[in-house]
RNA sequence: GUCCCCGUAGCUCAGGUGGAUAGAGCGUCGGAUUCCUAAUCCGAAGGCCACAGGUUCGAAUCCUGUCGGGGACACCA
């Protein structure tokens, strides 16, 4: 993909000229431009280019910043749609753009449509990215919904920004809560063959989404598992209650707009003796070894604390506080044995690694970090892992936190939470905060209050739009038209400088890994269109249509298309819809 | 005790991987609506960027320590 987008094309005009001064001798031959930067200054008084190159070159130059800037500045006024370039403060370069500059650039969001903002930055390298993974035990409930929506819009955010992306889910289908899970479907299954079953025992799952599982399996299976032995029945039942499982959770992420490429089965994994596969490496390579492993540390040990012998993986070599098990004394593997050789497999088929999880996972970041290196690194291609950790959303209604609890069966589910709020104001809340913050999530606040919410905001400046160009186009038979985009002023140029900022930000936020960035742009954009429209209110000269000057018009609605156009493009990254009308 | 995250306006939060005078929303106060639907806009007040050192031309941002909040420290998943 070509560079065409304003900011690129003059960070290159600025590295020319810097090219030029080392051609003659006023910037050493081993100057290297890594540090400078071509970016929009924080004060618009300042102009619409800011460069801080003078003040990052002059130490090798042996000058002072301001001396080396008057040596750039004239360079770059040579430069048709520069009008001016001067230093200013410590040594930064201010320059401004003429109004062609900008227009063309709206030419180019005209041009470039819905790829508009779409970047080659990531050069095509398959990253993937592991979100949601929750415990195929039940619906997918509050708990998992801001790892699932922030790493869906990330996978959009990487792919948008050139990337190759796999979305996978990692179903923990091996552990013993799917023992638990398989005997609480069993119950159901008993009550749904007239069973009187009572109450539901401790230890097993009392939700109410486990009765149709019962149904089918009755319907499906007849009296055949009802009273024989659990070894008979469980394995069966582990994988029809899991697979019925994974049915209503992918059910439920359809509702928030969410679709995984791939879900990887740990239970399949282990079949497949992957875990054995890596601890034999692991083993040749002096990476895993029997030893006794250290007590817990903290308050008191566990009572049934005993030292025992185990496999341990030396993750304590790459940065982890000590060394952890692979396997239990039983024998089986632990999860981390599992998961160690789950990131391998998709170390295998990918060229970086993201993981989104719940902050509560994070004392387990470092074994798994330690384990990708290990192996990735053995296997000559080292792939750079990621964790990217979702702090606990707290849910409130009406300023009281709602008490949720896995055990009594008594949670909010995703599914409630869409129902009552709605799928874009779910997601977008979800974005309106940097992940690894905590957050609150009113309930009260985010319906009631609906006009407060930022969704609303940016959706309403789409929906303006929309409304205008249908009304020109109804009533006036006008379309937006480039003829006399040379008649738009300052006010209509400034909201082109925001907009043509969308190819940064989605660079910027694609870099850091970070959605939320794309939210907060949106609003800002947003803003400025809703101040440019309200302007209209009270003088009509401003308005979008301004009657019986149709060049005009058609130029401020070409502008008016172009910002809708942004607005769509990043709402569709987050993947919240821009509506047409409210 | 160790590790991770956080600490910015009264409240909820941004702050582009070191830049110029720290920004929004809500709330408070004062304005704008015979409308391209105000789910909007304009203005005012409100700050020791937790605290103390350090790094450099320059720090809310990076480093160290202290304090405060949250989370994790099992062969669970």
Same mark, same amino acid.
């Given at each position: 993909m070509t560079d065409t987008t304003l900011y690129k094309t003059f960070a290159a005009v600025v590295e020319d000229a810097l090219s030029e001064l080392v051609a003659s001798g006023d910037l050493p031959e081993s100057t290297t431009f890594e540090r400078v930067t071509v970016e929009p200054p924080r004060d618009p008084s300042h102009g619409d280019l800011s460069t801080n190159a003078a003040m990052v070159l002059a130490k090798p130059a042996k000058t002072n910043p301001r001396a080396l800037a008057e040596k750039i500045t004239p360079k770059l006024e040579l430069h048709p749609l520069i009008t001016s370039a001067e230093a200013a403060g410590p040594g930064f370069i201010n320059i401004r753009l003429s109004s062609t500059a900008w227009i063309d650039e709206l030419k180019t969001i005209d041009e470039l449509g819905a790829s508009y903002g779409r970047s080659g930055m990531g050069e095509g390298t398959k990253v993937n990215v592991e979100y949601v993974s929750a415990n195929p035990t039940g619906p997918m409930h509050m708990g998992h919904c801001r790892g699932a929506v922030v790493g869906d819009a990330l996978a959009s955010l990487l792919e948008f920004a050139g990337h190759e992306v796999i979305r996978e889910y990692y179903i923990n289908d091996a552990g013993g809560q799917v023992d638990t899970l398989a005997r609480s479907a069993h119950l159901r299954y008993r009550e749904a063959l007239g069973e009187e079953i009572g109450p539901i025992p401790e230890g097993l799952y009392p939700g109410d989404?486990?009765?149709?599982?019962?149904?089918? /399996?009755?319907?499906?299976?007849?009296?055949?598992? *009802?009273?024989?032995?659990?070894?008979?029945?469980?394995? /069966?039942?582990? $994988?029809?209650?899991?697979?019925? =499982?994974?049915?209503?959770? $992918? *059910?439920?992420?359809a509702l928030l707009n969410i679709h995984h490429d791939v879900f990887a089965s740990e239970a399949a994994l282990h079949e497949a003796g992957k875990p054995a596969e890596a601890e034999a490496w692991l083993r040749a390579h002096d990476l895993v070894y029997d030893g006794v492993l250290e007590a817990p540390k903290g308050k008191a040990p566990p009572e049934d604390w005993e030292p025992v012998e185990l496999p341990l993986f030396r993750s304590s070599k790459y940065g982890d506080d000590q060394d952890r098990p692979i396997k239990k004394s039983n024998g089986q593997w632990t999860y981390f044995g599992a998961d160690l050789a789950y990131h391998f497999e998709k170390a295998s088929k990918a060229d970086a690694l993201i993981d989104i999880w719940g902050a509560d996972h994070a004392g387990t970041v470092k074994?798994?970090? *330690? *384990? +990708?290196?290990?192996?990735?690194?053995?296997?000559?291609?080292?792939?750079?892992?990621? +964790? $990217?950790? +979702?702090?606990?959303?707290? /849910? =409130?209604?009406?300023?009281?936190?709602? $008490?949720?609890s896995k055990r009594s069966g008594n949670f909010i589910t995703i599914a409630d939470m869409v129902e009552e709020v709605g799928k874009d104001v779910v997601r977008f809340t979800m974005l309106t905060r940097k992940p690894e913050a905590q957050m609150e999530f009113d309930f009260a606040k985010v319906v009631e209050a609906s006009k407060d919410n930022p969704v609303y905001y940016v959706q309403y400046a789409h929906a303006r739009i929309s409304r205008s160009l249908r009304k020109a186009a109804d009533e006036h038979a006008i379309t937006p038209s480039a003829d006399d985009l040379d008649r738009l002023g300052e006010d209509e140029l400034g909201l082109v400088r925001r907009a043509a900022q969308f190819p940064r930000e989605v660079e910027a936020a694609a870099r850091a890994r970070e959605p939320h960035r794309i939210a907060f742009y949106l609003y800002d954009l947003a803003s400025d269109l809703h101040a440019f429209y309200t302007a209209g209110n009270k003088d009509t000269q401003k308005r979008f249509i301004v009657e019986h000057d149709w060049g005009l018009s058609g130029a401020r609605l070409f502008l008016a298309d172009a910002i809708g156009q942004v607005l769509r493009n990043g709402l569709g990254v987050l993947g919240v819809e821009a509506v047409e009308s409210m």
């Open positions: 989404y486990l009765v149709p599982v019962g149904q089918a /399996l009755a319907h499906e299976f007849g009296d055949q598992y *009802a009273g024989t032995q659990e070894a008979e029945w469980l394995p /069966l039942f582990r $994988k029809q209650a899991v697979a019925k =499982m994974m049915d209503l959770i $992918k *059910a439920d992420l074994r798994i970090r *330690a *384990a +990708v290196s290990a192996l990735t690194e053995g296997a000559g291609r080292e792939v750079p892992f990621d +964790v $990217k950790l +979702v702090q606990m959303v707290q /849910l =409130m209604r009406a300023g009281e936190p709602v $008490k949720m």
